[in-house]
């Protein structure tokens, strides 16, 4: 499977507890970005890598979530003291930017976060 | 399971008929634009994408049309299968930048056999 990968697909945790989420994106693509989805809505933009930089940050994105990409390949998303509102989808897409031909972003399947 | 479609919008279509689905997007700015469609407990899956040089842009069974002048754009779904039902959300971009994109609402297509 050459698409976007996402790790785990489910994950459902105490309320104050740690979490951290994976996504390997499609190789060669240099841009990453991660989305919330709630039920009944469409994604929101949290945040963008290009390569291993972060370039941009929704509001959405509370200090208390942190994402890194550290060699510019796989990218976590880490949720601290999680709260029962970041209960949600959990979606990385990534592209190849500045790409005439193929400029569209790939999306994975997503995690499904349940905080109890 | 959970819907993905919960409280959106539903268009129904009988199966073998052609489908439109409209979105209204709200940056002036923006110069690209992507269909996904999204099944339930998956990721959005890419559909069709047209640039603000266009108006029209066709793929397998689904056309994209673009009016720029009203901010509106549409998908076109020819002879709809049960397999298209599904939410269908519109999304677009600003190319240069960092190209993240702004859904639109979503709508979703049930199909009746």
């Known amino acids: ?116 | 399971g959970e819907s993905v479609g919960l409280h959106l919008p539903t268009l129904s279509v009988q199966e073998g008929d052609n489908s439109i689905i409209n979105c209204a997007y709200s940056n002036s700015a923006s110069d690209y634009f992507i269909w996904y469609k999204q099944e339930s407990g998956k990721g959005p899956q890419f559909i069709i994408d047209i640039r603000s040089n266009m108006d029209k842009r066709q793929g397998q069974r689904v056309t994209v049309l673009l009016n720029k002048t009203v901010k509106h754009l549409s998908l076109q779904i020819a002879a709809t299968q049960p397999g298209d039902s599904a939410v269908y959300f519109c999304a677009e971009s600003i190319t240069g930048a960092n190209s993240k994109l702004t859904f639109g609402k979503g709508i979703t297509l049930s199909v009746r056999p």
């Open chain 1, 1 to 116: 499977d050459t698409g976007v990968s996402q790790n785990p697909r489910h994950k459902i945790t105490k309320r104050g507890q740690n979490v951290t989420f994976r996504c390997d994106p499609i190789s060669e693509h240099n841009r990453l970005y991660w989305y919330r989805q709630t039920l009944g809505q469409g994604p929101e933009f949290l945040t963008y890598f290009q390569n291993e930089a972060q370039l941009e940050k929704s509001r959405l994105l509370s200090d208390r979530f942190s994402a890194e990409r550290p060699k510019g390949s796989f990218s976590t998303l880490e949720i601290q003291r999680t709260e029962q509102g970041d209960s949600a989808m959990y979606l990385c897409a990534s592209s190849l930017g500045r790409s005439v031909v193929s400029p569209e972003a790939f999306f994975g399947q997503g995690t499904r976060l349940t905080v109890v």
